[in-house]
């Protein structure tokens, strides 16, 4: 076996299992690499040239078009590339929405859907408004998605927003929720991961790092008809349609064009049917290595298990940091989990490897033949 201190200094890809940033397609990382110094004949790298120039116009409209086509959207959608992460879009989203003396409906499913919860109820204190908890798998330590049949939903709410992947505790809706108003998804971390049904939402949001691109940009995804309700007199930033209208400041450039050659990456490996092939294959099999031995115990409840995040425990927190250690002298990068929950994460992003997933499961088996 290799030690730790050959891996950290290597200079070949590894396997990376980060929850974020994720990892990026090889071929990317490659593309990417050739075109750093100079982009195509503009004599400079695509980070030096002007936003507005006819360089960068064209990458931003490819990367909308790709989006555009891989999700079936039409013309009646917005696609832009924000900054601020989704946690901006937390406040950014009840800001536009939740309107004077209304309700916003929100699922609790981990600490980023309470993240969104607290700055939802934030803005609703200034406007008489309310921001319901429809529904919560706290009690029980976020480990499984709440059966719809338990939500207490508002008929008259101006939206129903949840997270649909938790990569803290590795849960994940397998459905999209039921109701009569517009859907509004944190969808960052199983974004273009598999198909989803389009007309279930006002808005689609993603921070970029976890499956489509590096940290620094998010992906807002609007309706027309959804905009169009949104609050009067909001501050210039925070308003969608000053977004929507026209390309209003500078973009985070570099991470735009990498996103538009990981959409690309996307649809030549499938598109999202591929990626929810590829993604089940993957699960399918750390899950089944999970469950056929004592020695590992998954976190989540089997019917609410991510295919994104895949988390679990061993006997002992002790031999959980030994896991850890002893992975990444074999080339297994970031497995530690959460800070806030322990144990052991694998992220299994679209860009992760099935031999990369078989890698690690190897090692498992023979961590659990010398530790069990």
């Given at each position: 076996?290799?030690t730790s201190a050959d891996l950290l200094t290597t200079t070949e890809r590894l396997h990376?299992?980060?929850?974020?940033?994720?990892?990026?397609?090889?071929?990317?990382?490659?593309?990417?690499?050739?075109?750093?110094?100079?982009?195509?004949?503009?004599?400079?790298?695509?980070?030096?040239?002007?936003?507005?120039?006819?360089?960068?116009?064209?990458?931003?409209?490819?990367?909308?078009?790709?989006?555009?086509?891989?999700?079936?959207?039409?013309?009646?959608?917005h696609v832009v590339f924000l900054q601020g992460g989704a946690s901006m879009q937390f406040?950014?989203?009840?800001?536009?929405?939740?309107?004077?003396?209304?309700?916003?409906?929100?699922?609790?499913?981990?600490?980023?859907?309470?993240?969104?919860?607290?700055?939802?109820?934030?803005?609703?204190?200034?406007?008489?408004?309310?921001?319901?908890?429809?529904?919560?798998?706290?009690?029980?330590?976020?480990?499984?998605?709440?059966?719809?049949?338990?939500?207490?939903?508002?008929?008259?709410?101006?939206?129903?927003?949840?997270?649909?992947?938790?990569?803290?505790?590795?849960?994940?809706?397998?459905?999209?929720?039921?109701?009569?108003?517009?859907?509004?998804?944190?969808?960052?971390?199983?974004?273009?991961?598999?198909?989803?049904?389009?007309?279930?939402?006002?808005?689609?949001?993603?921070?970029?790092?976890?499956?489509?691109?590096?940290?620094?940009?998010?992906?807002?995804?609007?309706?027309?008809?959804?905009?169009?309700?949104?609050?009067?007199?909001?501050?210039?930033?925070?308003?969608?349609?000053?977004?929507?209208?026209?390309?209003?400041?500078?973009?985070?450039?570099?991470?735009?064009?990498?996103?538009?050659?990981?959409?690309?990456?996307?649809?030549?490996?499938?598109?999202?049917?591929?990626?929810?092939?590829?993604?089940?294959?993957?699960?399918?099999?750390?899950?089944?290595?999970?469950?056929?031995?004592?020695?590992?115990?998954?976190?989540?409840?089997?019917?609410?298990?991510?295919?994104?995040?895949?988390?679990?425990?061993?006997?002992?927190?002790?031999?959980?940091?030994?896991?850890?250690?002893?992975?990444?002298?074999?080339?297994?990068?970031?497995?530690?989990?959460?800070?806030?929950?322990?144990?052991?994460?694998?992220?299994?992003?679209?860009?992760?490897?099935?031999?990369?997933?078989?890698?690690?499961?190897?090692?498992?088996?023979?961590?659990?033949?010398?530790?069990?």
């Amino acid at each position: 076996m290799s030690t730790s201190a050959d891996l950290l200094t290597t200079t070949e890809r590894l396997h990376n299992f980060s929850a974020g940033p994720g990892a990026l397609p090889t071929e990317v990382m490659l593309e990417l690499r050739d075109e750093l110094p100079v982009y195509r004949d503009l004599g400079s790298s695509i980070m030096e040239v002007s936003h507005r120039s006819a360089a960068y116009t064209e990458i931003n409209e490819r990367v909308v078009a790709r989006m555009k086509r891989l999700l079936g959207l039409g013309d009646e959608w917005h696609v832009v590339f924000l900054q601020g992460g989704a946690s901006m879009q937390f406040h950014q989203v009840a800001l536009n929405f939740l309107p004077e003396g209304g309700v916003a409906d929100y699922l609790n499913t981990g600490s980023w859907s309470t993240k969104a919860i607290k700055e939802a109820k934030i803005v609703a204190r200034g406007r008489n408004a309310f921001a319901n908890v429809a529904a919560s798998s706290e009690e029980a330590g976020f480990t499984y998605i709440p059966d719809p049949s338990t939500w207490e939903l508002s008929p008259q709410a101006a939206y129903l927003h949840y997270t649909s992947n938790n990569t803290i505790y590795g849960t994940e809706f397998h459905y999209e929720p039921e109701a009569e108003v517009p859907l509004v998804c944190d969808a960052s971390s199983n974004f273009l991961s598999h198909p989803i049904e389009t007309h279930r939402y006002g808005l689609i949001y993603a921070g970029a790092q976890k499956n489509i691109g590096p940290a620094g940009a998010t992906a807002v995804l609007i309706r027309e008809d959804f905009l169009q309700r949104r609050h009067e007199g909001l501050p210039t930033m925070l308003d969608y349609g000053t977004h929507t209208a026209k390309l209003f400041n500078t973009p985070p450039v570099y991470a735009v064009y990498i996103i538009e050659k990981v959409l690309a990456w996307i649809e030549n490996h499938g598109g999202l049917a591929g990626m929810a092939a590829r993604n089940d294959d993957k699960a399918s099999a750390l899950y089944g290595a999970i469950d056929a031995t004592e020695f590992y115990r998954g976190t989540a409840r089997p019917d609410s298990r991510s295919k994104m995040n895949v988390t679990f425990r061993l006997p002992s927190e002790d031999l959980e940091a030994q896991f850890v250690a002893e992975a990444k002298g074999e080339g297994l990068l970031a497995l530690k989990g959460y800070r806030t929950v322990g144990g052991v994460r694998a992220s299994i992003y679209n860009a992760v490897s099935m031999e990369s997933v078989q890698a690690l499961i190897d090692f498992m088996r023979h961590f659990e033949a010398a530790r069990g």
